[in-house]
């Protein structure tokens, strides 16, 4: 389920929840109904509304957080990707095969990780990469790419004490790389469990039926319970897009990594 049909469903559950809580209203006797018996109700349903709220709270700032980690990722793997090719630049003209290859996974990586944002130009690379699952830089094309790299670089021969030394920086590099992209890919992964879902959107439900059931019936009370319904629904809906960084609606820009590319896609400078 996509995290707008889960919030669309909250909002389905609140709102018949409420109005389920004003047709068992008009069943009970008078004596349910005096103001004794609705302020105890009201303080009872008061400590679910603390505690449900505090875990709204706590979810959206792991939810921002975990968006913010992801997004920082990013962009240490764009640097990687950019320190690997300038690497693979200064080792010379033997390195020239994996550097062609590092150029074709990036611009791979931002067509099938990014596919609602423009593709980049050229006809030099797969477009259709299929990930692991939509949003992830896990991808058995990606990754038998960045596997191939690796060999080649593991393939080269330094000539003298220069190409060594920047040998080992590339196989420094190359582990770089290898290691951020899962670290990006296990971030990507929601970290919210269905069963704690199910729970929380029971304490809304049983707090929107209460509402109901103690509220009068009249229009202003209708249209305020519609807007706390939206509210926490639209809440949800943010935890769980916030959790998703790289699908949905809010999603992580590939700012980064096309500027891995563009520096990637430069023509090496004149010896002088």
Same mark, same amino acid.
């Given at each position: 389920?996509?995290?707008?049909?889960?919030?669309?469903?909250?909002?389905?559950?609140?709102?018949? !929840?409420?109005?389920?809580?004003?047709?068992?209203?008009?069943?009970?006797?008078?004596?349910?109904?005096?103001? &004794?018996?609705?302020?105890?109700?009201?303080?009872?349903?008061?400590?679910?509304?603390?505690?449900?709220?505090?875990?709204?709270?706590?979810?959206?700032?792991?939810?921002?957080?975990?968006?913010?980690?992801?997004?920082?990722?990013?962009?240490?793997?764009?640097?990687?990707? *950019?320190?690997? &090719?300038?690497?693979?630049?200064?080792?010379?003209?033997? =390195? &020239?095969?994996? #550097?062609?290859?590092?150029? %074709?996974?990036?611009?791979?990586?931002?067509?099938?990780?990014?596919?609602? $944002?423009?593709?980049?130009?050229?006809?030099?690379?797969?477009?259709?990469?299929?990930?692991?699952? @939509?949003?992830?830089?896990?991808?058995?094309?990606?990754? =038998?790419?960045? &596997?191939?790299?690796? +060999?080649?670089?593991? $393939?080269?021969?330094?000539?003298?004490?220069?190409?060594?030394?920047?040998? !080992?920086? /590339? +196989?420094?590099?190359?582990?770089?790389?290898? @290691?951020?992209?899962?670290? /990006?890919?296990? @971030?990507?992964?929601?970290?919210?469990?269905?069963?704690?879902?199910?729970?929380?959107?029971?304490?809304? *439900?049983?707090?929107?039926?209460?509402?109901?059931?103690?509220?009068? #019936?009249?229009?202003?009370?209708?249209? %305020? *319970?519609?807007?706390? !319904?939206?509210?926490?629904?639209?809440?949800?809906?943010?935890?769980?897009?916030?959790?998703?960084?790289?699908?949905?609606?809010?999603?992580?820009?590939?700012?980064?990594?096309?500027?891995?590319?563009?520096?990637?896609?430069?023509?090496?400078?004149?010896?002088?």
């Amino acid at each position: 389920m996509s995290e707008f049909e889960s919030a669309a469903l909250l909002l389905a559950l609140l709102l018949v !929840a409420s109005a389920l809580g004003f047709i068992v209203q008009n069943l009970l006797r008078d004596r349910h109904k005096t103001r &004794d018996s609705v302020e105890s109700v009201r303080l009872v349903i008061t400590m679910l509304v603390t505690f449900a709220a505090l875990v709204l709270g706590l979810l959206t700032s792991s939810a921002k957080n975990a968006f913010d980690t992801e997004g920082d990722s990013l962009r240490v793997y764009a640097i990687d990707l *950019i320190r690997l &090719d300038q690497a693979l630049r200064d080792y010379g003209t033997a =390195a &020239d095969p994996p #550097r062609v290859q590092l150029r %074709v996974y990036t611009a791979a990586a931002i067509a099938s990780t990014w596919p609602d $944002e423009p593709a980049p130009a050229g006809d030099y690379y797969p477009r259709q990469v299929n990930p692991v699952r @939509q949003g992830s830089l896990e991808s058995r094309g990606l990754g =038998a790419m960045l &596997d191939r790299i690796a +060999r080649e670089i593991e $393939e080269l021969t330094p000539q003298d004490g220069f190409h060594a030394a920047v040998l !080992a920086d /590339l +196989r420094r590099h190359m582990g770089n790389v290898l @290691q951020t992209r899962w670290q /990006l890919v296990e @971030q990507a992964r929601s970290s919210i469990s269905t069963p704690f879902l199910v729970v929380l959107m029971l304490w809304l *439900i049983v707090i929107f039926a209460v509402f109901g059931l103690t509220s009068p #019936r009249n229009g202003l009370i209708y249209v %305020v *319970i519609l807007l706390s !319904a939206l509210s926490v629904s639209s809440a949800l809906f943010l935890i769980l897009e916030l959790e998703t960084p790289l699908s949905g609606w809010l999603v992580i820009p590939s700012a980064p990594m096309r500027d891995a590319l563009d520096h990637q896609s430069r023509p090496p400078l004149p010896a002088s």
